[in-house]
């Protein structure tokens, strides 16, 4: 191609304004919306990446079978870490905590403000395994002095004002800290967020921490991590391990009555993922210390690839379609042109130059909309996408332009190529060929088709998602507010007269305490329980203040629930059961249970007897996605979770909390939540998803719709002849409309035999994530047919309306 083609191109575009409007602007819209899809999807992929080598970075993980669902976690016993090093093809190995456990954070004082940082104290090697470094300071230094600690530059500028901080201090608890090193921010797609880390030595490592930390006896979790060699196996590597494990006294001290159902399982399996698979490892379950992290689904971040690639075939379809149409009304142009001399491959370079001019375009003009749409689209999403419009990234959206110029020119520059002059000339070449038009009508379907699966799964997954928030969880959400302490309530005798003045406040009706909130995990233990006669259960005890029940207006199911005028505080004698619990330990019925005795293990190994004094109804502790499960509620008010009923709105509660909070825990941030906000949060993914499909179901709906108004408007001028002719032996105008319609009609029905299977797996897999289902049906893929077709009507209404007016004079005239 040469420059003068370009030119031409150019000049062409300009001819037609309107044309080259509609096209650019279609496109550039499905390249935006292309382009930041496909971006969310490299940067899902690209998790970890920036650790050098990265893929032979494991993380250890463990099972603990002793819990009844037994997930896994990726978080180990720290004494793997000197196992680890010890073994044969081990580089390095290092453990890290939290330096504040996640459901508490770290708070710390700058220039007396309060600031909330995320904070690592770390073993040594851990700089050295994940390849950080410092860009002003000594790493080490600060790893290695009690007093120091290392920040990134982005935390530098966030909390300081500027990256320049070396020697500058900030107060934690009253411990005076020294910055010592500043690192180079590392990259968001990561899951190991930190913003400041501290050595094992630190002031804000207590001893038995660091002691833990060091030695790893008390088999306490942290997290593990493991270089090797890449020639070392891994396979051996985790039975090195595991042999740590089954010979560690402190994990396989277990009661005997759990090692009898443990059966021949292990206490505890232990096994290395790799830290470049860790972002899809979902499955993964978190402490009140340690949490989970950022984890994606590896098929949804397929599905938005291929809803992406869609997308971007739709946009191109239509630049086919409407190019196909604007060369077969140029055929007398290339007819002439072929007459005075111009060759095939001139008449190609030309058309070729067009589309790929159009592409740039559109190219230029779907970076600016997905720049301008980032923000909005990195708070859909929840993830920081700051980097995504990179230099690299750039360069290879303006290459897919100029690959999807040179295919989009294919087809028009074949129907050039088969114009012949002698019938163009003569006025018989203004049709196209019956394979040309078949090969238009199958992009229109593949149009039609998308837009009608995507409308069919976005109504699924957003039923669903409404029906998922909006089930009961047992008790009504909406009066309560629940505050995170910083302090236990027993413990702490601030934390019991902010709940006295806070439950004096006017629209306070009362207050009381649990481990966590329901419908949240940040805190979960179990224990088994224990019939005289030898019959046992594991189930998860959930410690809660006697007021507990009363305040969430929990009626019992049998029995009595705690109560503040009958139950003493922290008294270990009652508890209560949900009727799951009574199942497993082998009650004819809950009612069979009241009264009845249990031995409960505690932390100190002590045996205590507990009485069962009521039947509570299922919570929703859980989501959707996992069945209720054994549940026991003590009286304990150990817990650092306070739930606040209002009489009336909410709002006053909050601002009366936020009033009280300074005098109480000047030193600590406060974190409230809306009951129904917490349980909301367990769907949050899929209404993102639901989200982002809305919005692709409405660009995919408007494509559509333009591809069949392309489509309908080339059937009435290729059918004008006919038109008139069936007018002049009396058809009626309704019968010509239909005739336009009809064939409309005839690819939204095949569209459908292809979308509406494929849409009814999509949700069916999607629906089997969940134990309990919205009353869906196939209403969705009903209501998806009757969308999509009523958007294709008003699109060929149009042309259907000049069809029915159209004179006979003015299309026989040649």
Known sequence: MKLTDFRIGWRTLLQEPAYSLVVIAGLGVGFAAALLLFGFVRFSWKYNAEVPGADHVYIVKQRYNVDPKAPWFDQAPMMLRMAAAKAPGVIASTAYIP???HIKGLTTTINGQLHAMDGLTVMPEFAGILGLQAV??????????????????????NHFGTADIVGRTMLVEGKLLRATAVLRTPAANTTIPFEVLVGVRSVLAEAHVQEEMMTGKSGWWGKVLVRIDPAASVAALTASLQQAVDDAPGIQNVPPETKQRLGKRKVMDVALSSLRDAYFDRDMGQTEVIAAGERGNPVVIAALAAM??????????????????????????VAMRKVLGAGVRQIVLQLLAESMLVALLATGLGLLLAWMALPLFAQLVDRKLDGMLSGANIGAALALGLALGALTAAYPAWIAIRVRPSQ?????????????MQLRRVMTVVQVATAMGFA???????????????????????????????????????????????????????????????????MSWLRDLKRPDGISASMEMKSVSAAFFEQYRIAPRAGRLFGAAVDKEDDPVPLVLNAIATRDLGFASPEAALGQTLLFTGFDNKVLQKRVVGIAPELRFQSLREPPHAMAYELWTAGMTLSVRATGALAPVEAAVRSLW?????????????????????????????????????????????????????????RSKEIVLRKLHGARRSAIG??????????????????????????????ATYVEHAPIGYWTLLFALASTVAVALVAVARHAWLAMRMLPADALRV
């Open 424 to 436: 163009a000339l003569a006025g018989r070449g203004d049709s196209e060929s019956a394979r040309g």
């Open 308 to 333: 992406a690639a869609l997308i971007l075939a739709m946009a191109a379809i239509n630049y086919v379609n409407l190019a196909a149409v604007r060369v077969l009304r140029r055929q007398r142009e």
């Open 99 to 101: 330096t504040r456990p």
């Open 136 to 157: 002003r300071g000594n790493l080490k230094a600060a790893l290695e002095r009690p007093e120091g600690f290392a920040i990134t530059e982005a935390a530098a500028i």
């Open 456 to 522: 069919g799964i976005t109504l699924a997954i957003a039923w669903q998602t409404a029906y998922a928030m909006r089930v009961s969880p047992g008790f009504d959400p909406a009066p309560l507010l629940i505050v995170d302490l910083p302090e236990t309530m027993r413990d702490s005798a601030r934390v019991r007269s902010f709940v006295a003045a806070l439950s004096a406040q006017p629209g306070v009706a009362g207050t009381a305490i649990s481990e966590d909130a329901v419908g949240r995990h940040q």
């Open 738 to 767: 239909l005739l336009v319609v009809r064939e409309i009609g005839t690819l939204a029905a095949i569209a459908a035999l292809i979308a509406l299977p494929l849409a009814a797996l999509a949700i069916n897999s999607y629906l």
């Open 662 to 718: 300074p005098r109480y825990f000047p030193d600590a941030m406060i974190k409230t939540h809306r009951a129904d906000a917490i349980l909301a949060l367990n769907y949050a993914e899929d209404a993102r998803v639901a989200k982002l499909l809305a919005i692709a179901t409405g660009i995919a709906l408007a494509i559509a719709a333009f591809g069949t108004y392309v489509l309908a408007a080339h059937t009435v001028q290729r």
